[in-house]
């Protein structure tokens, strides 16, 4: 479907979603700089997560986060994988088994490639993108950040248009 890339490397977007409160749903719009009529996808090849979170936030069993880059603010479930609006989603939760015991151990950022794809990446219209976010019991707000890297892909019309209508009906 694509014709070729505009850019032989990859560029770098990044949205950070602040959750308004504690364990409330919360998205943030990508400024993509890019407009429909330009008639571009971007493949996104990598998604890099950074979770603000720490010990405190996260101190119970079962506490959890979900951290999603999705084409719609209008969502109530980030994580829904049958939901075409759900470009990428993850899931992450605390769970105690045994004697409680006292441990951290962080390692970020957390990294999703998508480099062995078909055609590289995930081919997506850039506008519009929203990064979203929501803890589960945890006591204070999340904060997330995504750094997207990703390609510019000049379409054709019909190409354009054919994206734009697979992305919205695609899902069952």
């Known amino acids: ?3 070729q890339a505009m850019v032989e490397y990859a560029n770098m977007a990044a949205v950070k979603v602040v959750e308004s409160a504690a364990n409330t749903l919360t998205f943030k719009k990508l400024d993509t700089q890019v407009s429909i009529t330009d008639k571009v996808a971007w493949l996104i090849n990598r998604i890099q997560l950074v979770v603000d979170i720490n010990a405190t936030q996260w101190n119970a069993n079962l506490d959890s986060f979900k ?8 969502l109530l479930d ?25 441990s951290w151990l962080l390692i970020e950022p957390f990294i999703f490639d998508f480099s062995t794809f078909p055609g590289g990446g995930i081919l997506t219209p850039p506008t519009p ?30 190409e354009f248009w054919q994206l734009v209508e697979s992305v919205r009906i695609i899902s069952s």
Request: hydrophobic share 45%; net charge neutral; with cysteine.
């Open 78 to 102: 980030i994580t829904d994988q049958t939901d075409a609006a759900v470009l990428w989603g993850m899931f992450a939760q605390r769970t105690d088994i045994g004697t409680a015991a006292t």
């Open 67 to 74: 951290v999603a880059l999705v084409r719609s603010n209008l």
């Open 1 to 3: 479907m694509a014709k």
């Open 129 to 158: 993108l929203w990064g979203a976010v929501q803890g589960t019991s945890c006591t204070t707000a999340i904060t997330a950040q995504l750094r997207i890297h990703y390609q510019p892909i000049q379409l054709a019309d019909s």
